[in-house]
């Protein structure tokens, strides 16, 4: 069998481990004789499947019983008016612009006729880094992306405010370990990190589950709807689901989220240094102090010709989605949890070879 190196950005590389095991089990889950797809999200071995993810959700976070853990659908784009919708109460909704996916985030609230009140951006330098933020201690809600996918920034820490502090974590959830203290919700769709599309992770402190004030908001779309039913309000997306879960079990393996942090920076590292060493041949786009972990976007800064030339070059090496986002050009390596350093040691190599070649 082979496998291509994957730093696709999302859906993305998932570890081998874990499409093996469910390889394995695809048909007979278990010895039941019956795949886990074709069973009722009602049966006892889906609830246990179910539960197991949240309970593996728990320990990973280390989060304790004043949040909720969601499992709903719609994506990170639901999120963006689900927010708004559950959390708004008249006072300020506060957010910091740190690119498209926050962009969108604010427009949501304005088509709920919410005058978002936008504390910090860093659009005027093309996001290239995480603004200084202020946020209020009496916000509805303060919002985040914590790290932005397309740019390649990421917060190093996060902001500090009395205000429920709602973060897009999309694309580095369970990549390092998070203080929750301040964190009022926290989302993400799986594809990025935690498994493959359809599902969507709420992590939601219980008090804010109770807020929705609008009673036009549909049963649907409240959190208290999902919440009172242990998202199983209607079929969730089972085999999502029990993806995810695995997906959960394997970084439980690893030893958890400050192991897979440490290996993350690691990654990264390879990849700045080798960019920083290069003279000015390559150029990252994000500014050293806001460098994510997840997704390093960079320019062939001699030359932005050869940039297609690096990706389709890199791919006949078997190295894929390399291409960076169409807002930013340029490339991109998302290197993800299931991205091993070995992968990242290969792409580093031919970088390398490429700048000799055209340098
Ligand atoms: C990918 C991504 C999204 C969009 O996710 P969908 O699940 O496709 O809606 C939103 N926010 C961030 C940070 C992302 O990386």
């Known amino acids: 069998m082979s496998r291509k190196i994957n730093f696709s950005a999302g859906p993305s590389a998932l570890p081998l481990s874990v499409l093996q095991h469910a390889q394995n089990e695809l048909t007979d889950y278990q010895g039941k004789g019956f795949s886990i797809m074709e069973i ?9 499947v179910h539960f197991g993810a949240m309970d593996k959700i728990r320990t990973l976070y280390g989060i304790g019983n004043e949040y909720e853990i ?29 690119g498209v996916w926050t962009n969108k985030a604010i427009k949501e609230a304005q088509i709920l006729g919410i005058k978002p009140d936008v504390v910090a951006s860093s659009e005027s330098d093309k996001f290239a880094y995480i603004p200084q933020i202020n946020f209020s201690d009496d916000a509805d809600y303060a919002y985040i992306c914590s790290n932005n996918t397309i740019y390649g920034t990421q917060y190093k820490s996060l902001p500090k405010t009395k205000s429920p502090l709602v973060i897009d974590a999309s694309s580095d959830f369970f990549s390092r370990p998070l203080d929750f203290s301040g964190i009022g919700l926290l989302y993400g769709g799986a594809q990025k990190n935690a498994g493959p599309s359809g599902v969507t992770v709420v992590i939601i402190r219980k008090d804010l589950i109770e807020r929705v004030s609008n009673p036009n908001v549909p049963m649907f779309l409240r959190y208290k709807t999902h919440a009172e039913a242990k998202s199983l309000y209607n079929t969730p997306p089972t085999f999502g689901i029990y993806l995810l879960s695995l997906t959960m079990k394997w970084l439980l393996d690893q030893g958890g989220l400050s192991k897979i942090q440490a290996k993350n920076a690691a990654k990264s590292a390879m990849i700045y240094e080798t960019i920083d060493g290069s003279n000015g041949f390559y150029k990252a786009h994000a500014r050293t102090d806001s460098r994510s972990d997840m997704n390093v976007s960079f320019n062939v800064a001699v030359n932005a010709e050869l940039e297609p030339v690096f990706v389709a070059q890199a791919e006949s090496e078997g190295m894929l989605g390399l291409k960076g986002h169409r807002h930013l050009g340029g490339i991109r390596a998302s290197i993800y949890n299931a991205v091993s350093e070995q992968d990242v040691k290969i792409l580093v190599e031919f970088m390398k070879e490429f700048m000799k070649k055209h340098g």
């Open 40 to 48: 009722s999200h009602r049966s006892k071995i889906f609830e246990e």
């Open 70 to 98: 969601l499992f709903l659908q719609g994506g990170a784009h639901l999120q963006f008016s689900m927010i708004p919708m559950n959390l708004y109460q008249g006072g300020k909704a506060q957010y910091a612009n740190t």
